[in-house]
């Protein structure tokens, strides 16, 4: 672990440099990441939504998600366990993800540099899975969420030996849709699921 700290803080400098291109990263690599049971997340499915164009509109709508949610939780030191903070925060981001029915969402779950690799892994997705639990608590089909991802100690988000809360979090982002290939062929479902994202940022922009 301590030998990945050079190397991490370097990353984290690289990052910095190349904003531009972290939503597509984000989307698309899984170096570090341990993916539970899913079928979503592979490289199979990954090249097929960017060639359909669904990869964009995913990207497009993760970033009104953002926008308007707080999409990260944090947890206590070697701890899954979500807090009143955290739950108030998954509360809003499911009133979110109930907006729109035909939206998928990943879950990945992060820890801070203390202690071994694997065990970091592992309690990187406890965080993740009871993140999920707790969205399907709130009324969130579980076949939307049903892949979460741990980077473990991998992706701090400050470069610290120490315990890091910040670093000690999930994030949850928009992934995909539940019947791509349906969105393709049929242009009414493809306005249900997509057009009142659109159609709510016109009305917005026009506001302003």
Request: proline fraction near 2%; glycine fraction near 8%; charge should be neutral.
């Amino acid at each position: 672990m301590r030998a990945t700290l050079a190397f991490l803080t370097l990353g984290a400098a690289v990052a910095l440099s190349g904003c531009s291109t972290d939503s597509y990263r984000d989307f698309t690599q899984q170096a570090g990441a341990s993916l539970d049971d899913g079928a979503f997340g592979n490289a199979t499915m990954n090249n097929t939504m960017v060639q359909s164009g669904e990869r964009a509109m995913a990207i497009d709508l993760n970033h009104r998600f953002a926008s308007e949610v707080d999409t990260t939780i944090t947890f206590a030191f070697d701890s899954a366990v979500l807090d009143a903070e955290a739950r108030a925060t998954l509360d809003r981001q499911a009133a979110w993800i109930a907006r729109y029915p035909n939206v998928r969402f990943r879950v990945y779950g992060h820890t801070d540099l203390v202690g071994p690799v694997a065990y970091n892994k592992t309690l990187g997705m406890r965080r993740a899975r009871a993140t999920v639990d707790y969205l399907v608590t709130r009324g969130i089909a579980r076949s939307r969420l049903d892949a979460v991802v741990s980077y473990g100690e991998t992706q701090p988000l400050v470069v610290t030996e120490g315990r890091e809360r910040r670093n000690r979090r999930t994030v949850t982002e928009v992934w995909g849709f539940l019947e791509p290939k349906r969105m393709l062929h049929d242009g009414k479902y493809m306005q249900r699921t997509y057009g009142i994202y659109v159609d709510s940022a016109q009305e917005e922009h026009t506001s302003e």
